[in-house]
């Protein structure tokens, strides 16, 4: 299917392949399933955890999760060009980067678990059709084709910078990049949650060419959730265990640091629902 550059708006928001609808709205299932149970109760989901999580990952994992499952959601629902022409970037980044370091640690997973294949199943799977609609669709130019400006546009360029360069460190630098997390990462852990910061890089840099309103709501609810729902899993965990330093420096800067993301997320969802606003008025 082609969409022709010089289409109106509602023409460049054709709807996407039954098969990318159909794996996003699995992997929506999945999200809620492990995103909720390892946030809050892991019990319902570390026994079949393809390896063993000690409790600040588990809880970690389970917000990155909850979080992803808000753009895996929009997507699934639309089931057109926008939002999924930010959303599918973000799936295959967060897949592929979570595909190669499985791959890297494979010594993690233990073959004779059936828990086992299933994660690389499904992390090739959705990856590989994350990839071939990206690949498929390339052509399709953006369905608002004007390119964002004044704060919208140096808050993305700053997103990209900033968490591009942070995610790119957790992956080649993972003890130094991870030194002041309130828990000890390990390497496996720190290159996974590279995810957390990578996954909006791609999102803003997507949107730097062209961003509607749901494009901009999607984004920015998900790395609202990117940003908040770890400091909860942080709280959860520690109430369980008590060993977060409350008095460390590096606490409260990583704290701030997931604040910000919130915060920026929310503030790009509300310009999209703003702008909305006052489209839908005029």
Same mark, same amino acid.
């Given at each position: 299917?082609?969409?022709?550059?010089?289409?109106?708006?509602?023409?460049?928001?054709?709807?996407?392949?039954?098969?990318?609808?159909?794996?996003?709205?699995?992997?929506?299932?999945?999200?809620?399933?492990? %995103?909720?149970?390892? !946030?809050?109760? /892991?019990? =319902?989901?570390?026994?079949? $955890? #393809? *390896?063993? &999580?000690?409790? +600040?990952? @588990?809880?970690?994992?389970?917000?990155?999760?909850?979080?992803?499952?808000?753009?895996?959601?929009?997507?699934?629902?639309?089931?057109?060009?926008?939002?999924?022409?930010?959303?599918?970037?973000?799936?295959?980044?967060?897949?592929?980067?979570?595909?190669?370091?499985?791959?890297?640690?494979?010594?993690?997973?233990?073959?004779?678990?059936?828990?086992?294949?299933?994660?690389?199943?499904?992390?090739?799977?959705?990856?590989?059709?994350?990839?071939?609609?990206?690949?498929?669709?390339?052509?399709?130019?953006?369905?608002?084709?004007?390119?964002?400006?004044?704060?919208?546009?140096?808050?993305?360029?700053?997103?990209?910078?900033?968490?591009?360069?942070? %995610?790119?460190?957790? !992956?080649?630098? /993972?003890? =130094?990049?991870?030194?002041? $997390? #309130? *828990?000890? &990462?390990?390497? +496996?852990? @720190?290159?996974?949650?590279?995810?957390?910061?990578?996954?909006?890089?791609?999102?803003?840099?997507?949107?730097?060419?062209?961003?509607?309103?749901?494009?901009?709501?999607?984004?920015?609810?998900?790395?609202?959730?990117?940003?908040?729902?770890?400091?909860?899993?942080?709280?959860?965990?520690?109430?369980?265990?008590?060993?977060?330093?409350?008095?460390?420096?590096?606490?409260?800067?990583?704290?701030?640091?997931?604040?910000?993301?919130?915060?920026?997320?929310?503030?790009?969802?509300?310009?999209?629902?703003?702008?909305?606003?006052?489209?839908?008025?005029?």
């Amino acid at each position: 299917m082609s969409v022709d550059a010089s289409a109106t708006t509602a023409d460049r928001d054709p709807p996407v392949s039954l098969a990318l609808r159909a794996v996003t709205w699995l992997e929506v299932v999945i999200l809620a399933w492990a %995103g909720g149970g390892l !946030l809050f109760h /892991p019990p =319902w989901v570390t026994p079949v $955890w #393809p *390896w063993a &999580l000690a409790p +600040f990952n @588990a809880r970690y994992l389970g917000a990155l999760y909850l979080a992803a499952l808000v753009a895996a959601f929009l997507q699934a629902r639309s089931g057109r060009w926008s939002p999924a022409r930010v959303v599918t970037p973000m799936i295959f980044v967060f897949t592929l980067v979570v595909t190669i370091y499985s791959f890297v640690h494979v010594d993690r997973f233990d073959p004779a678990r059936v828990e086992t294949w299933i994660w690389f199943l499904l992390y090739v799977g959705v990856c590989a059709n994350a990839f071939a609609h990206l690949v498929a669709y390339r052509a399709w130019p953006p369905p608002d084709p004007a390119t964002p400006s004044g704060p919208l546009r140096s808050v993305l360029v700053a997103q990209v910078a900033l968490l591009g360069a942070y %995610g790119t460190a957790m !992956l080649v630098a /993972p003890a =130094w990049a991870s030194a002041g $997390w #309130p *828990w000890k &990462l390990d390497t +496996f852990h @720190a290159q996974l949650y590279s995810v957390t910061f990578l996954t909006p890089a791609v999102g803003a840099l997507v949107l730097l060419r062209g961003a509607s309103d749901g494009e901009r709501v999607a984004l920015g609810l998900t790395q609202a959730g990117w940003g908040a729902l770890p400091i909860v899993g942080l709280v959860l965990a520690d109430a369980v265990v008590h060993r977060v330093d409350w008095s460390g420096t590096g606490t409260w800067l990583w704290i701030a640091g997931f604040a910000a993301i919130a915060l920026v997320g929310a503030w790009t969802a509300a310009e999209g629902l703003r702008h909305s606003a006052r489209q839908s008025t005029t």
